[in-house]
């Protein structure tokens, strides 16, 4: 059964930063893309980052510049490095892992930029 957990959300200051992270198991990691997508209350799912098996990585305008996505497969763990974070930023975070046909969500984890 694969399984996808995400942790790291958290109520940060505006211009702080936070470091998501997702852990896979059930599954052999390597074999997928990863990413990062991300939920504000009345808007749709986006794509925030993306990073191949390879390890080559795709961002969001919005957060170019801002979020780093890395992978560490000896640890099944996908990372978001967030910086500079504004109230805009605020969302259910969720993690994705997509081999082909195959597709999983992880539960998600908050993330609120405030003051």
């Known amino acids: 059964q694969v399984q996808l957990v995400e942790s790291g959300g958290d109520l940060v200051q505006p211009g702080g930063s936070l470091r998501l992270s997702c852990v896979v198991s059930g599954t052999i990691f390597r074999g997928y893309v990863m990413g990062w997508y991300r939920q504000a209350p009345g808007k749709q799912r986006e794509l925030v980052a993306d990073?191949?098996?390879?390890?080559?990585?795709n961002y969001a305008d919005s957060v170019k510049g801002r979020f780093t996505i890395s992978r560490d497969n000896a640890k099944n763990t996908v990372y978001l490095q967030m910086s500079s974070l504004t109230p805009e930023d605020t969302a259910v975070y969720y993690c994705?892992?997509?081999?082909?046909?195959?597709?999983?969500w992880g539960q998600g984890t908050q993330v609120t930029v405030s003051s």
């Open positions: 990073i191949s098996r390879g390890g080559r990585t």
């Open positions: 994705r892992a997509t081999d082909g046909p195959y597709n999983y």
